[in-house]
């Protein structure tokens, strides 16, 4: 089983930048695709940032490309989200998840971390 936990969420002003790290409780280097989504208050959890197992494909939703960077460091297992230029809308609890094989832009992974909660004030 994988276990994922968020760090880095907090408080910050419109336009700062916040970077997100997911760490992964075993070592599960190349073999899966990871991703980041997001659930704003009194919405659905939706798609943000993925990335291929070996980090060489990243795809991101459109509200944030340009904005946002997803990474990964398979020697620490850990993922990242560098999120910059932050918008009031981009305030959600943001969560990582994994999957074994290829990417998704869909909630099919088979582990999520707990949360981290990204509030953007303006």
């Known amino acids: 089983q994988v276990q994922l936990v968020e760090f880095g969420g907090g408080l910050v002003q419109a336009g700062g930048s916040l970077r997100l790290s997911c760490a992964a409780s075993?070592?599960?280097?190349?073999?899966?695709?990871m991703g980041w989504f997001r659930q704003a208050p009194g919405k659905e959890r939706d798609f943000v940032a993925t990335?291929?197992?070996?980090?060489?494909?990243?795809d991101y939703t459109d509200s944030v490309k340009g904005r946002f960077t997803i990474s990964r460091d398979n020697a620490k297992n850990t993922l990242y989200l560098q999120m910059n230029s932050l918008k009031v809308e981009d305030t959600a609890v943001y969560y990582c998840?994994?999957?074994?094989?290829?990417?998704?832009?869909?909630?099919?992974?088979?582990?999520w971390g707990q949360g981290t909660q990204v509030t953007v004030s303006s």
């Open positions: 990335i291929s197992g070996s980090g060489s494909f990243t």
């Open positions: 998840a994994a999957r074994y094989g290829t990417i998704s832009y869909s909630s099919d992974y088979g582990y």
């Open positions: 075993g070592r599960i280097f190349g073999s899966y695709a």
